[in-house]
Nanobody, 123 residues
Framework: QVQLVESGGGLVQAGGSLTLPCAAP????????MAWFRQSPGKEREFVAV????????HYADSVKGRFTISRDNAKNTLYLQMNSLKPEERAVYYC????????????????WGQGTQVPVSS
């Protein structure tokens, strides 16, 4: 299991921007892809974006396409999520995760999870 540490969360105004890093020290060769999910109170964990570690293939949830950017720094073993034009309903705990096999946009395909970082979006 890969240890993941999200950071960069904090209060942001609606329409504002925030960038979240996720450090993955000790990432192994078995990590195929890394992703961001989010979970709001009373809701299921929602897929946001995923990137393959080697090839950099990217897929976004339709709800964030054009506003969020996922990226990774292989040398630093760090995943990033740049979030622009944040909406109040996107207040959530944001999680990074890793998959050992090519994943679907579903939490069940990811085996390692960080503890999450809170992103309170004020209206």
């Amino acid at each position: 299991q890969v240890q993941l540490v999200e950071s960069g969360g904090g209060l942001v105004q609606a329409g504002g921007s925030l960038t979240l890093p996720c450090a993955a020290p000790g990432r192994t060769f078995s990590t195929y892809a890394m992703a961001w999910f989010r979970q709001s109170p009373g809701k299921e964990r929602e897929f946001v974006a995923v990137i393959s570690w080697i090839g950099g293939s990217i897929h976004y949830a339709d709800s964030v396409k054009g506003r969020f950017t996922i990226s990774r720094d292989n040398a630093k073993n760090t995943l990033y999520l740049q979030m622009n034009s944040l909406k109040p309903e996107e207040r959530a705990v944001y999680y990074c995760a890793t998959a050992e096999e090519p994943p679907r946009a579903s939490a069940v395909d990811f085996g390692s999870w960080g503890q999450g970082t809170q992103v309170p979006v004020s209206s």
